[in-house]
């Protein structure tokens, strides 16, 4: 009887240290989420390691992990945790999403292109896996299957300037400038402070002939970012396209004299005005301006009325001349 008991309190005893196991776990999963929520993901993984001391089949704190790995910058060991969740449940959409990401910040881009295509048959509505997606196209030279990606991120996201960002330069590598100047032009509506964006523009200005223009949005770019090197370099092409001559002298750099666009600041250099050498454009411009400028300085000589007080002061003034002659004529008689 004896040796019953002990066995029933030993049997017991295993089946509460699993219960406690099985709800420590969870409870270091927990706090794992709320550190990883607040931005430390080393201690996220500590907590998430903790989980799986616990329970080694623990796909939830698994894939986090993998994605707490991610935001790390440990992408190795990112891909290898993503993988052994997938290897328990194929269709967890964290592990999905931590192994996608993981394979393309390796510059794995083929493995990328499909590891996200496969996460969008679990999830559709990561705008952020559908511009990396589209980043990895890009480096792939598939230009027009990188459009298709961006559009839908900035579907789901039409507040990711970056998105319209990386959709115009898709549409630029295939020469649809009209509507890469459409994308641009989405992200500066919803951001006027990003100078890529404006460089950007500036350089669909540029394939477009549009000089003028292609200079305005160039200057802006520098307004944020006074030593954007390839801003520098397109606004010499700007400066100098198609007949148009700027005088330049130095590097670009802030000056006193600030134009603000909308709730931008950006500098024009002092030394940056037209030569006379300008486009036919331009030229007609000028000449118009200088018309209006002309007319509006050559007046002809006019003569104000008179006012009443001094029409009757001239009259009360003749009439006194007039008494005072007649006066000395009468004398003289």
Known sequence: MKKILVLAAILFGLLLVTAVHGEDAQEWYVKGQSAAGAGNFAEAITDYNNAISLDKNFISAISAKAAALNSLGEYSDALTAAQQALSLRGTDATALHAQADALFNLGRWEEAVAAYDKLFQYQVNYADAYCNQGTAYMNLNRSSDATVSFQQCTTIDPNNYMGWNDLGESLLAQGKYNESLSAFN???????????????????????????????????????????????????KATSGN?????????????????????????????EQPS??????????????????????????????????AAIGGLIGGMAIALAVRTRKGRKI
């Open 186 to 236: 989405h992200g500066t509506s919803v951001t006027v402070t990003n100078a890529t964006l404006w460089n950007n523009k500036g350089t669909v200005y540029l394939a477009l002939g549009r000089y003028q223009d292609a200079w305005e949005a160039i200057n802006k770019a520098l307004g944020i970012d006074p030593n954007y090197l390839d801003a520098q370099q397109n606004l010499a």
């Open 276 to 309: 006379e050498e300008m486009t036919e454009v331009q030229a007609s411009l000028t000449q118009e301006t200088a018309a209006e400028t002309t007319a509006a300085v050559t007046k002809k000589t006019t003569y104000s009325p008179l006012s009443p007080l």
């Open 243 to 271: 007949g148009q001559v700027y005088q330049i002298v130095g590097t670009i750099t802030p000056v006193p004299t600030i134009s603000r666009i909308g709730t931008l600041f950006t500098t024009v250099p002092a030394s």
